[in-house]
């Protein structure tokens, strides 16, 4: 684990002023390159309001968020930063239903420009290290949830993101393939570098992280 400072996050608040929710409210910590950090709490505690202010999917009404040193209010193509800086694995794997799992994981480097070719090469590559080379030209509706949900974690390693996003990623999988997905995040921290965020209700999911934020009503209230 580096000792890098990958996210810096300060008094970071949000509110929703049409229902006056305060989603976050007076949220700070840092997290390092290399590092897996589980956000737990209750539903409705701010862990994907968090995880998507991260992430450019919206704004802070308040607060500061740094990744690798850029203030993200600095950033104004917030899609060019996500393809180059954020992988996303969400509960619901997202794929495109009339791609193949090569053409899903493919289509993440579209963005960048990357080559057909090479795309697809790369796609091939980390469908392999997810033990999913087999099953490449599959249609997602064709394979297992926990196929599909490892083909999500490939498709989020394409562009060599430094920050890993995944929200309740073992939610719809049984204990067998949630470990393994599991074991796919942590092995990206490892051997990538890559900061690696899980929000998680499973207490075997924190467990494997190596620090746990609490969340309640918007506010950390526990690090261990």
Do not use: W
């Given at each position: 684990?580096?000792d890098?400072?990958?996210?810096?996050?300060?008094d970071?608040a949000r509110?929703?002023?049409?229902?006056?929710?305060?989603a976050?409210d007076?949220?700070?910590?840092?997290?390092?390159?290399?590092?897996?950090?589980?956000?737990?709490g209750p539903?409705?505690c701010?862990k994907?309001?968090l995880l998507?202010?991260?992430?450019?999917l919206d704004?802070p009404?308040a607060?500061r968020?740094?990744?690798?040193?850029?203030d993200?209010a600095?950033?104004?193509?917030?899609a060019?930063?996500?393809?180059?800086?954020?992988?996303?694995v969400f509960?619901?794997?997202?794929?495109v239903?009339t791609?193949t799992l090569?053409?899903?994981?493919?289509?993440?480097m579209?963005?960048?420009?990357?080559?057909?070719r090479?795309?697809l090469?790369r796609?091939?590559?980390?469908l392999?290290e997810?033990?999913?080379?087999?099953?490449?030209t599959?249609?997602?509706?064709?394979v297992?949830g926990?196929?599909?949900?490892r083909?999500a974690?490939?498709?989020?390693l394409?562009n060599?993101?430094?920050v890993?996003?995944a929200?309740e990623p073992?939610?719809?999988l049984?204990?067998?393939?949630?470990?393994?997905v599991?074991a796919?995040?942590?092995?990206a921290?490892?051997t990538r570098?890559a900061l690696v965020?899980?929000?998680?209700h499973?207490s075997?999911?924190?467990?494997?992280?190596?620090r746990?934020i609490a969340?309640?009503?918007g506010r950390v209230?526990g690090?261990?």
């Amino acid at each position: 684990m580096s000792d890098v400072a990958r996210l810096r996050i300060t008094d970071l608040a949000r509110f929703f002023e049409a229902n006056a929710v305060r989603a976050l409210d007076g949220v700070s910590f840092t997290a390092k390159a290399g590092e897996i950090i589980a956000l737990t709490g209750p539903s409705g505690c701010g862990k994907t309001t968090l995880l998507s202010l991260i992430g450019l999917l919206d704004r802070p009404t308040a607060g500061r968020i740094e990744v690798d040193g850029v203030d993200l209010a600095t950033v104004r193509d917030g899609a060019a930063f996500r393809a180059r800086q954020v992988g996303f694995v969400f509960q619901y794997h997202h794929m495109v239903p009339t791609m193949t799992l090569r053409e899903n994981v493919a289509a993440a480097m579209l963005p960048l420009g990357v080559p057909r070719r090479a795309r697809l090469a790369r796609a091939e590559a980390l469908l392999h290290e997810v033990d999913l080379a087999h099953r490449a030209t599959a249609l997602p509706a064709t394979v297992s949830g926990g196929e599909r949900q490892r083909a999500a974690v490939a498709r989020a390693l394409a562009n060599a993101p430094p920050v890993l996003i995944a929200d309740e990623p073992t939610g719809n999988l049984d204990s067998v393939h949630g470990a393994r997905v599991v074991a796919l995040l942590t092995a990206a921290a490892r051997t990538r570098n890559a900061l690696v965020l899980i929000a998680t209700h499973n207490s075997e999911v924190a467990a494997a992280a190596d620090r746990r934020i609490a969340l309640r009503d918007g506010r950390v209230v526990g690090v261990s």
